[in-house]
């Protein structure tokens, strides 16, 4: 469970700031794109909710939150890659043995077991998994 936060307001936070942020969104059910107000110091502080996964999460103190940085976002998976594919609506990563279909904002929208994958053709909606054995097609809303 990860949240990657950007304050709506120019300050510069530092990396041990997190535990305060957690403290004060344990327990509160937060999704990608909201903006969340946080008290500090009796000042209320906005925030927009870049990455959520999964979205929507409830806060715990095993939830991994960051702050972003700038103009730039970036996420980092555990998933062994051996493709990509990026479409206008969806990143496709393929595996040895499994399919990772994430949108724009890098939030999961499938992980599929697939043995034997041979082949991917993304077009549109579509995602068509060939394999030596079976064909899976997936079409993505």
Do not use: W
């Not at 990657?4 to 937060?30: H, M, R, S």
């Not at 929507?56 to 939830?63: A, L």
């Amino acid at each position: 469970m990860m949240i990657i936060l950007k304050p709506l307001i120019e300050v510069d936070l530092p990396e041990d700031f997190v535990d305060i942020i957690k403290a004060k969104l344990k327990g509160q059910t937060v999704k990608s794109g909201e903006i969340i107000t946080v008290d500090i110091l009796g000042k209320p502080i906005e925030f927009k909710v870049l990455y959520a996964e999964p979205s929507p999460v409830k806060v715990t103190q095993k939830t991994q939150i960051k702050f972003a940085k700038g103009n730039v976002f970036e996420v980092s998976l555990d998933f062994k890659a051996k493709d990509c594919i990026i479409t206008d609506a969806f990143i496709v990563l393929t595996g040895e043995s499994e399919v990772l279909i994430l949108n724009h904002n890098f939030e999961e929208i499938r992980r599929i077991e697939f043995e034997n994958l041979k082949k991917i053709v993304v077009k549109g909606d579509l995602v068509v998994l060939i394999g030596e054995e079976k064909v899976k097609i997936l079409k993505l809303q």
